[in-house]
T-cell receptor, first 119, second 115 residues
Framework: DTGVSQDPRHKITKRGQNVTFRCDPI?????LYWYRQTLGQGPEFLTY????????KSRLLSDRFSAERPKGSFSTLEIQRTEQGDSAMYLC?????????????????FGPGTRLTVT | QKEVEQNSGPLSVPEGAIASLNCTYS??????FFWYRQYSGKSPELIMS????GDKEDGRFTAQLNKASQYVSLLIRDSQPSDSATYLC???????????????FGTGTRLLVSP
């Protein structure tokens, strides 16, 4: 199976610690997205990469959050000085670019997510 | 006004019935619309995408789009207990200056299919 993979699947950390999550997209997908989802809500966009370039960041992405995609393949999301409010499911998705001449065909496929619990 | 709105449910239907899930969106410039299924504790799974007005069928699923009314729906025929999940509607907002189209999700509708 060559779907999106994420590691770890679960992370429990104490407030104030740093955590890092990894995402491996579908191999031919050059676009990668990070989302955060809390209970009862839909996923909320955090950031977007096209190849290695981080092109968009949400206002939700405070300066404690940083994301990288150094070689345009896997990506990491780091949260520094974690807070209890950071507890959520962190989802990674990837997509192909839209077909030439076709508007907005960005089907995004999600990985299994990393569930973060900050105690 | 929320960008994407869904009734949170739960929507309860008996096995074999048609489940109808609805979604409205606020930005008239949106062009791409998606339905995701999410089982409890799992990640969203893409089940349908639709870009043009009208109906799009895939197996037991039919997506319907009405851009004039800013309305998207998902019909599930012959509902099965295994269809019990939360269904998320997602809409691409019009592109930003960078060309990026943000995908915005509703809060989801919980569907319960009883045997």
């Amino acid at each position: 199976d060559t779907g999106v993979s994420q590691d770890p699947r679960h992370k429990i950390t104490k407030r104030g610690q740093n955590v890092t999550f990894r995402c491996d997209p579908i191999s031919e997908h050059n676009r990668l997205y990070w989302y955060r989802q809390t209970l009862g809500q839909g996923p909320e966009f955090l950031t977007y990469f096209q190849n290695e370039a981080q092109l968009e960041k949400s206002r939700l992405l405070s300066d404690r959050f940083s994301a990288e995609r150094p070689k345009g393949s896997f990506s990491t999301l780091e949260i520094q000085r974690t807070e209890q409010g950071d507890s959520a499911m962190y989802l990674c998705a990837s997509s192909l670019p839209g077909l030439a001449g076709r508007y907005g065909t960005y089907e995004q496929y999600f990985g299994p997510g990393t569930r973060l619990t900050v105690t | 006004q929320k960008e994407v709105e869904q009734n949170s449910g739960p929507l309860s239907v008996p096995e074999g019935a048609i489940a109808s899930l609805n979604c409205t969106y606020s930005d008239r410039g949106s062009q791409s619309f998606f339905w995701y299924r999410q089982y409890s504790g799992k990640s969203p799974e893409l089940i349908m995408s639709i870009y043009s007005n009208g109906d799009k069928e895939d197996g037991r699923f039919t997506a319907q789009l009405n851009k004039a009314s800013q309305y998207v729906s998902l019909l599930i025929r012959d509902s099965q207990p295994s269809d019990s999940a939360t269904y998320l509607c997602a809409v691409n907002l019009p592109p930003m200056n960078t060309g990026f189209q943000k995908l915005v999700f509703g809060t989801g509708t919980r569907l319960l299919v009883s045997p």
